[in-house]
C-alpha cells in the first residue's frame, strides 16, 4: 500500500514537473489598467484612532461616554484631593458641547495633581523627537501652572515636559512642545496634565501629536504612511465599506461635520464598536491621497445604513443627493463654487483629481430592494453634473432601472484553498463589455471555518499568514491576467491595531501597536504584485503545472515581469516558454516570497516573512525555473 503510495506521489510530481507555462509576446491583450492595485480604507480595526491618525491623546474632546471621561485617569501624590467630571455648563462650542472640570482640593507645595491619558494602548515615546501639545482650558480662579508631561505609566521617569504658567479666565488655545532625549523607545508611557495648587480649572481638546507625515498638522503617522507609499497604490476607496453607511442613517459618514479645524468636529458613531474623532476627515483622507500619489474612489452615502434603514428613491432622498453633490464639489469644485471655496478656505484650493465615485457600499444586503432606484436617482443628478465621472454600483451585477454602471464593485472574501481553486478559470465569466469591474474589497483568510465574520476567527491573530498570502497572491494573478475587464482592485481591510480589543475583524494588511507597524505575509505579496506591473498584458497559457501565474511587459524598456505562484508544500520545477520573444538576456532578477504556510510576522519578529531578491543566471526562451515550496516569485526578465 505505502508503494503505491509512493508510486502515485512521484508520478504526481513528474506531472508537475512535465507541464509548462508559456508566455506569448508577440501580442499583448491589452493594455495593463493605470489605476490596478490600489488601497481600501475606513474606521475598523482603530485604522485611524489609534492608527494612521497620528493623535495620541485617546478622548481628546471627552465626548467618547456621555457621562465619564473614559480613558482619562487622575493622578495625584500623597495626601493631595483632586477629581475631574464632565461639565456641560462649560461647552467649548456646539460641536463640543461639555469640557473636563478638574478640581483640586488639597495639594501641598511641592506635590502635583493632574489628569492621565494612556492613548491607544499606550503613549509611543521615541527618542530626541519633538511632540506638539494642544489644548483648550479655562480658569477664572486659578492662578498657578500647568504641567504636561510625558512620563512613564507609574509617573517614575519623566521623558519631556513643558509648563503654561498661566491659564486665562475664558477658553483660550494654548500650545506647548514637548523634547525627548537620548531614551530607549517604550510605548509603557502616558501623557500628564499637572495643576500645581489647589484650585479649579476646565479643559478640552487635549491634544498630543508626533511628527506627522509631510509634517501636515492634523497629520498621519509617519511608520505606517512610509508602508502604503512604498505599495505605490493607485487609488484609495473611501470612506468605507460599512463605515460609510454607519449604522443608522444619521450615523453616515458626516462629511461635512469632519471640515475645518478640529475643534469643530464633534465626531460621530462608528459601525465598529468605538466612536470616531473624525480628526482624520474628508480633506485629511483626500490629502493622503495626494500624499501617496493616489487618486480618490470616493463613496457616497446612497440612503441605505447596515441596520436596514433605506430612503426611497423620489423626494425624499433627493437631500442625500444634493448631500452626494456637495460631497464631490467639495472634492473638484472650482475654488468659486460654494464647496470648492470652503475647501480653499479649508486650506486646499487645487481641485483634487476625481475620476470615480461608488454609490453607497454593498447594497444588495438591502432587503427592501430599493437599490435600483436610488442608484439611479444618484445616477442621474451625478451624470448631468459631472458627466466625466465614472459611477460605481454596489451591486455590480445589475443594471438598474436601465441605468448601466460604468463599473461594478464586487467583494470577495475566501479561504486561500478556495482562491487557489478559483483562480485558474477566474474571470471566464465576466461580460467583456459590460461594466468595469472593481474588486473594492478582496482577501483570503486561511482556514474556510474561520471566515472573517465567525467567532472562530477572533482567535487567530489578526494579521494573516504565509498560507494567506498564497491565496491572496493566485487571486492578484487571476486579477491581473483578467486586466482587460478588472481595472481596479484593492484588498481589506488595510489596517488594523494589533493590540487586544483594537481590531474587529482579521485578516488584515498591514498590523501596529502604538510604537511599531509591520506588514503581513499578505502586504508583501501585494507590494510584489503592485510595485512590479508592466503596461501590457501578455497572454499566458499553463499546463499540468500546479503553479499558477500571469505576465505583463514595460513597453518603455521591454522587461516581461512574469509572476507566479507556487501553493504546494513541495519545491516545483516549471518549465517556462517565451514565445515570440526577441532580444532576451540571460540574467533576470527574481523577487521571492516563501515560507511555511503557518510562518507569519509580528510586532516581535516583523520580517519573519519579506521578499528576498536575487539574480538568475541562464534565461532563455525555453528555461526551468524551481520555485521554492509556497511561495510567490517574480521573474523579471529583460529583452532590451
Ligand atoms: O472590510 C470589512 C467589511 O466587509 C466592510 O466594511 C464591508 O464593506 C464588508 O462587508
Known amino acids: 500500500m505505502k508503494r503505491i503510495l509512493a508510486s502515485l506521489l512521484l508520478a504526481a510530481a513528474i506531472l508537475a514537473r512535465a507541464g509548462e507555462l508559456s508566455v506569448d509576446a508577440a501580442k499583448p491583450t491589452g493594455p495593463v489598467s493605470p489605476r490596478l492595485y490600489g488601497l481600501m480604507t ?31 485617569s487622575v493622578v495625584k501624590d500623597g495626601t493631595a484631593d483632586a477629581a475631574m467630571s464632565l461639565d456641560r455648563s462649560q461647552p467649548l462650542n456646539e460641536a463640543i458641547p461639555l469640557s473636563l472640570r478638574f478640581d483640586v482640593t488639597k495639594l501641598a507645595q511641592q506635590q502635583r495633581a493632574g489628569f492621565a491619558n494612556g492613548g491607544y494602548w499606550g503613549i509611543p515615546v521615541q527618542p530626541n523627537t519633538t511632540y506638539r501639545a494642544s489644548f483648550y482650558a479655562k480658569a477664572p480662579d486659578y492662578a498657578g501652572r500647568v504641567t504636561l508631561s510625558i512620563e512613564s505609566d507609574d509617573g517614575k521617569t519623566v521623558y519631556a515636559s513643558a509648563a503654561v504658567e498661566r491659564l486665562s479666565a475664558d477658553w483660550q488655545r494654548l500650545e506647548v512642545v514637548l523634547k525627548t532625549g537620548d531614551i530607549a523607545p517604550t510605548a509603557h508611557a502616558r501623557y500628564v496634565v499637572c495643576l500645581d495648587r489647589p484650585g479649579t480649572a476646565w479643559f478640552s481638546l487635549v491634544s498630543l501629536f508626533p511628527p506627522t507625515w509631510n509634517d501636515r498638522p492634523n497629520g498621519l503617522r509617519r511608520d505606517i504612511m512610509q508602508m502604503l507609499v512604498d505599495l505605490k497604490p493607485k487609488f484609495l476607496r473611501f470612506p468605507g465599506g460599512n463605515y460609510l453607511e454607519g449604522d443608522r442613517i444619521e450615523d453616515r459618514f458626516p462629511w461635512q461635520k469632519t471640515l475645518g479645524p478640529i475643534e469643530n468636529r464633534p465626531g460621530h458613531a462608528g459601525c465598529w464598536g468605538y466612536r470616531s474623532s473624525d480628526g482624520l476627515g474628508l480633506l485629511e483622507f483626500l490629502e493622503w491621497c495626494e500624499d501617496m500619489k493616489a487618486e480618490p474612489v470616493l463613496a457616497v452615502f446612497a440612503g441605505y445604513s447596515l441596520k436596514g434603514d433605506y430612503i426611497k428613491a423620489g423626494p425624499e432622498l433627493e437631500p ?107 474571470g471566464a465569466d465576466l461580460k467583456r463589455h459590460g461594466p468595469e469591474v472593481f474588486v473594492g474589497e478582496w482577501a483570503a483568510h486561511e482556514d474556510a471555518s474561520a471566515r472573517p465574520w465567525d467567532e472562530a476567527a477572533k482567535k487567530l ?35 488594523a491595531n494589533v493590540n487586544p480589543g483594537g481590531h474587529q475583524w482579521r485578516p488584515d494588511l498591514i498590523g501596529y501597536d502604538a510604537l511599531t507597524a509591520y506588514g503581513s505575509p499578505s502586504y508583501y505579496a501585494f507590494q510584489m504584485f503592485s510595485t512590479n506591473l508592466g503596461d501590457e498584458l501578455l497572454r499566458v497559457a499553463s499546463s499540468d503545472t500546479l503553479v499558477q501565474g500571469c505576465a505583463t511587459r514595460d513597453s518603455k524598456t521591454g522587461a516581461i515581469i512574469i509572476k507566479l505562484v507556487n501553493s504546494e508544500a513541495t519545491a516545483q520545477t516549471l518549465p517556462i516558454a517565451l514565445k515570440n520573444v526577441t532580444g532576451l538576456k540571460s540574467t533576470a532578477t527574481v523577487i521571492t516570497l516563501s515560507g511555511k504556510p503557518e510562518d507569519t510576522n509580528s510586532i516581535s519578529e516583523p520580517k519573519k516573512v519579506a521578499p528576498v531578491t536575487s539574480t538568475l543566471e541562464g534565461v532563455a526562451p525555453s528555461f526551468s525555473y524551481t520555485l521554492p515550496p509556497t511561495s510567490v516569485v517574480i521573474l523579471k526578465l529583460q529583452t532590451r
Open 461 to 495: 491573530p489578526v494579521t494573516p499568514s504565509m498560507k494567506a498570502a498564497i491565496g491572496d497572491a493566485a487571486f492578484m494573478a487571476a486579477m491581473e491576467r483578467n486586466g482587460d475587464i478588472v481595472k481596479m482592485h484593492c484588498y481589506a481591510p488595510l489596517l
Open 42 to 72: 475606513e474606521e475598523i480595526n482603530h485604522s485611524y484612532d489609534g492608527g494612521l491618525y497620528a493623535e495620541l491623546v485617546r478622548n481628546r474632546a471627552f465626548l467618547d461616554h456621555p457621562d465619564t471621561p473614559v480613558n482619562w
Open 320 to 426: 442625500f443627493v444634493q448631500e452626494a453633490l456637495d460631497e464631490i464639489e467639495y472634492v473638484i469644485g472650482d475654488a468659486n463654487t460654494t464647496w470648492g471655496a470652503r475647501r480653499a478656505k479649508d486650506g486646499h484650493p487645487e481641485p483634487f483629481d476625481l475620476h470615480y465615485v461608488e454609490i453607497g457600499n454593498e447594497d444588495f444586503f438591502d432587503k427592501a430592494k430599493t437599490y435600483d432606484g436610488r442608484y439611479a436617482q444618484f445616477h442621474d443628478a451625478i451624470k448631468a453634473k459631472y458627466p466625466h465621472l465614472k459611477l460605481i454600483s454596489s451591486m455590480p451585477w445589475a443594471q438598474h432601472n436601465g441605468r448601466k454602471p460604468d463599473a461594478g464593485d464586487w467583494h470577495d472574501y475566501s479561504a486561500a484553498e478556495e482562491f487557489v481553486k478559483k483562480a485558474p478559470t477566474w
